[in-house]
C-alpha cells in the first residue's frame, strides 16, 4: 500500500454511503458495493483492492451495525440491525453515523470520543 492518506477516515465513508444508500433494515447490500462506490469518490488509495477494507467491513459487522448473512469468499452480503442516524462528533469535527442501537461512541479510528 502506499502512503495516501484519505480525507475521511475509512470507517466514516463506509458508514456514509450505508446512511445514505442501504439505511433500511430490509435491505441487502455488500462489501462489493460500498467499495466500489468509495472508489468512485476518490479518497482511497487507488491501489487498494477489497481486501484491504476487509478490517474495515468486519467492524462494521462487530460494533452492532450491521450482521453478515453470507459470505462467498471476499463477498460479505450484509443487513443493518437498525436505522441508522446522522449525528456530528465535536471531538474530531466529523459527520458520524451510528445505528440507533450502536453504543455512542464515534467511529472514527483516531477519535473514539463518547457521543
Known amino acids: 500500500m502506499s502512503d495516501f492518506t484519505p480525507t475521511n477516515p475509512i470507517p466514516l465513508q463506509i458508514r456514509k454511503i450505508i446512511f445514505e444508500k442501504f439505511n433500511d433494515i430490509d435491505t441487502k ?17 487507488p491501489s487498494w483492492i477489497i481486501d484491504d477494507a476487509e478490517s474495515a467491513f468486519n467492524d462494521i459487522c462487530d460494533s452492532g451495525l450491521a450482521r453478515n448473512i453470507a459470505q462467498n469468499l471476499t463477498t460479505i452480503w450484509m443487513k443493518l440491525f437498525d436505522p441508522v442516524e446522522k449525528s456530528h462528533c ?13 453504543e455512542r461512541i464515534c467511529p472514527n479510528p483516531s477519535c473514539k470520543s463518547s457521543i
Open 29 to 45: 447490500f455488500t462489501n462489493d458495493e460500498i467499495f466500489d462506490m468509495m472508489k468512485e469518490n476518490g479518497d482511497m488509495d
Open 90 to 102: 465535536g471531538a474530531c469535527d466529523n459527520d458520524i453515523y451510528l445505528g440507533t442501537s450502536e
